[in-house]
């Protein structure tokens, strides 16, 4: 029996792979051609932490982030924060600490965590891992490298975040 529902909002810009990070984890599939509507507003996948289930509740965007036009329903409620950026889009790293204070604004401090997407695409990344690194440090965040395509640290994402927020 679930006792414990969070919802968790991931965010970062557009492209970086925020809709395909919630259709692996929850579905357990990717698709190179991820259609923008996935026609709900979030996905959900049940586990085991702690000896608790857990159900988490991973809010999508439907592209808002493009035109920074994300509603205050999206963020209503957050208890967790996946805060996302790819490897390979300079611009996504640099708006991270923005999306931050976006979260925090509407939500105030919650669990947060780093994440730097298409860790597969390593050979043409354009942020040097002691850039990531200082950052994650300067944020005081937890940070980890993801494939979503190759399903690299997806699941330990969610784990993390999940029990950061039990442990509170
Ligand atoms: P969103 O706009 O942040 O929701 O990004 P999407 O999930 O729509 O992904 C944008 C594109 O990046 C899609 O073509 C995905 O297939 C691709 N993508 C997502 N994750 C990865 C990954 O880990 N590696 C690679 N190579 N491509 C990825
Ligand atoms: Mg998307």
Redesign the pocket.
């Known amino acids: 029996e679930v006792e414990i529902a969070i919802k968790v909002v991931v965010v970062?810009n557009?492209?970086?792979?925020?809709?395909?990070m919630i259709q692996r984890y929850c579905k357990g599939i990717f698709t190179?051609d991820?259609k923008k509507t996935i026609g709900v507003d979030f996905l959900e996948r049940q586990i085991e932490v702690n000896n608790e289930e857990v159900r988490l509740m991973l809010w999508d965007t439907a592209?808002q982030e493009e035109f920074d036009a994300i509603t205050k329903a999206y963020y209503r409620g957050a208890q967790a924060c996946v805060l996302a950026f790819s490897v390979v889009d300079r611009d996504s790293f640099e708006a991270i600490e923005s999306w931050k204070r976006k979260v925090e604004a509407e939500v105030g401090e919650i669990s947060m965590v780093i994440v730097q997407?298409?860790i597969?695409?390593i050979d043409e990344a354009l942020i040097q891992p002691e850039e990531a690194e200082a950052l994650a440090k300067k944020l005081r965040l937890r940070f980890y490298n993801t494939?979503?395509?190759e399903n690299i640290n997806v699941d330990e994402v969610f784990r993390y975040l999940t029990e950061k927020y039990l442990e509170k």
């Open positions: 970062g557009g492209a970086v792979g925020k809709s395909s190179k991820y592209g997407n298409k597969d695409m494939s979503v395509k």
